[in-house]
C-alpha cells in the first residue's frame, strides 16, 4: 500500500458511511462515487503539504489523519485528528488557494479525492448536497471558535480534559463507564493538540492519573471518569 495507489471499491454504498454524504438520494451518491479518487497511504506518509496547490476535498474512509501546521521554529502543530467519515481540505471549495495544512496519515488510511472543480460542478446541480457542505464548514468554523477560545482562556489542565474528552467522542470505544481510546500519538503530538510543551502535558496527564480520573497504557488512554474531567473545563 502506498501513495497514489488505486483503491477498488463495490458500488457507492460507501458513502452513506460519511456523515456530510449520508442523507443525500442514492443517485447522487452515484455520482459522486464516479467523481471520487481513491488512495491508499501508509503510516506517516504525507497526503498533501502546506502550500501546494488546492485541488481537492477529502474524506477519510479508514484509518486517521492528522492536520498539521508548522510553526517559525520547525515544530508541529496539530491542528486535528481526523478519523473514519471525517472531511478534510473542504476549506478550499470555490477558491484556488493552497492547502492551507499539511495532512499526514496517522496510521494505514483509505482517503477519498474529489477534484475540486467536479464537486462544485455537483454542488450545482443540487441544493440538498449544497446544504450539507453549508453544514460542515459551519461546524468547522465552530470547531476552530472553540480551540482559540480554550487556547485564550483556560489553563493547561482545562486543555487537557477537553483535547482528551474530544478524543474520546471523535475516536473512542464506550466501556461500561469509560472511555477508552486507541491512538498511535506520542506526548508531543498530545502537548501540540493541548498547545503547550511535552513535559507540561506529561505533568498534567501525570496528575489526571493520580486522581483516578484517566489511566493510559502504551497506546491506549482510558477516561476512567469522564463526568470529572468535563467538571475541569470552566
Not at 483503491?7 to 438520494?25: C, D
Not at 467519515?85 to 484556488?96: I, R
Amino acid at each position: 500500500m502506498g501513495e497514489g495507489m488505486d483503491e477498488k471499491n463495490v458500488g457507492f454504498g460507501y458513502l452513506k458511511n460519511i456523515p456530510v454524504f449520508a442523507a443525500l438520494p442514492d443517485e447522487l451518491l452515484k455520482s459522486i462515487h464516479a467523481k471520487t479518487i481513491d488512495r491508499l497511504y501508509r503510516k506517516g506518509t504525507v497526503i498533501f503539504f502546506e502550500g501546494d496547490p488546492g485541488a481537492g476535498f477529502h474524506y477519510v474512509k479508514t484509518g486517521k489523519v492528522k492536520i498539521v501546521k508548522m510553526t517559525d521554529d520547525g515544530r508541529e502543530h496539530i491542528i486535528k485528528i481526523l478519523g473514519a467519515g471525517d472531511l478534510f481540505a473542504e476549506v478550499l471549495l470555490f477558491n484556488n488557494r493552497p492547502y492551507p495544512a499539511t495532512a499526514v496519515a496517522v496510521e494505514d488510511s483509505a482517503i477519498g479525492v474529489i477534484k475540486n472543480i467536479d464537486l462544485e460542478k455537483l454542488v450545482l446541480s443540487s441544493n440538498l448536497l449544497a446544504l450539507e457542505l453549508i453544514k460542515a464548514l459551519s461546524q468547522r468554523l465552530l470547531y476552530t471558535q472553540q480551540k482559540i477560545k480554550n487556547l485564550a482562556l483556560n489553563d493547561v489542565t482545562a486543555r487537557t480534559a477537553e483535547v482528551l474528552l474530544r478524543l474520546g467522542r471523535e475516536q473512542g470505544q464506550k466501556n461500561g463507564g469509560r472511555i477508552d481510546i486507541m491512538l498511535d500519538l506520542s506526548r508531543q503530538d498530545l502537548a501540540s493538540l493541548v498547545g503547550t510543551t511535552r513535559e507540561t502535558v506529561t505533568r498534567t496527564l501525570a496528575a489526571l492519573k493520580r486522581d483516578g480520573l484517566i489511566d493510559f497504557t502504551g497506546q491506549k488512554i482510558m477516561l476512567i471518569k469522564p463526568d470529572q474531567l468535563l467538571r475541569l473545563i470552566p
